[in-house]
T-cell receptor
Framework: AQSVTQLDSHVSVSEGTPVLLRCNYS??????LFWYVQHPNKGLQLLLK??????LVKGINGFEAEFKKSETSFHLTKPSAHMSDAAEYFC??????????????FGKGTLLTVNP | ETGVTQTPRHLVMGMTNKKSLKCEQH?????MYWYKQSAKKPLELMFV???????ENNSVPSRFSPECPNSSHLFLHLHTLQPEDSALYLC?????????????FGPGTRLTVL
């Protein structure tokens, strides 16, 4: 069985300061990992994904994440927060879980607040 | 825009009503999904359709009935719902349910059951 733990339900940063959103996962197989962002009243949008290639993954809007197998982590970072980054962020793990279809398991989400 | 549209965006219904949610994808994908997003809970997968056949039903109550008439359209028929069914219902699509491709999400339907 697979699971995802987002360690912070709410993160607050000042504009221009670094962002760190933490995610740990467990998976019985070699997983794929994703970060999605959800702005208010919008659907989820993919930020970036890891699928067993480079462990440092760059995404849209200046975000990146590093896959660390030894720590079972996939933390999301950005060097400098912008007001438009305020949203909810979801860490997601995908594996076959013994079946033929890929199944996504979502974390509970981290709400990012950016203060002026 | 992600290429996935959902209607209506907001729906208020009584427990005895029957309504339907609609999802349409313009991406040429072969797999479509329904998710339920409740406050303070992880996104819950409800149904998966691949090539218009249902491949997963995640123990969803029978008061939710999905329909996939073709690869571009997905419906969720609702009847005799309960107040705890109030949530944001998200539709998504991907190239295939057997690939690692990302899922593209619609904006959701905010459902309130009175």
């Amino acid at each position: 069985a697979q699971s995802v733990t987002q360690l912070d339900s709410h993160v607050s940063v000042s504009e221009g300061t670094p962002v760190l959103l933490r995610c740990n996962y467990s998976s019985s197989y070699s997983p794929s990992l994703f970060w999605y962002v959800q702005h208010p009243n919008k659907g989820l949008q993919l930020l970036l994904k890891y699928t067993s290639a480079a462990t440092l993954v760059k995404g849209i809007n200046g975000f990146e994440a590093e896959f660390k197998k030894s720590e079972t982590s996939f933390h999301l970072t950005k060097p400098s927060a912008h007001m438009s980054d305020a949203a909810e962020y979801f860490c997601v793990v995908s594996d076959r879980s013994g079946g033929s279809n890929y199944k996504l398991t979502f974390g509970k989400g981290t709400l990012l607040t950016v203060n002026p | 825009e992600t290429g996935v549209t959902q209607t209506p965006r907001h729906l208020v219904m009584g427990m005895t009503n029957k309504k339907s949610l609609k999802c349409e994808q313009h991406l040429g994908h072969n797999a479509m999904y329904w998710y339920k997003q409740s406050a303070k809970k992880p996104l819950e997968l409800m149904f998966v359709y691949s090539l218009e056949e249902r491949v997963e039903n995640n123990s969803v109550p029978s008061r939710f009935s999905p329909e996939c008439p073709n690869s571009s359209h997905l419906f969720l028929h609702l009847h005799t719902l309960q107040p705890e069914d109030s949530a944001l219902y998200l539709c998504a699509s991907s190239q295939a349910s057997t690939s690692e491709d990302e899922q593209f999400f619609g904006p959701g339907t905010r459902l309130t059951v009175l």
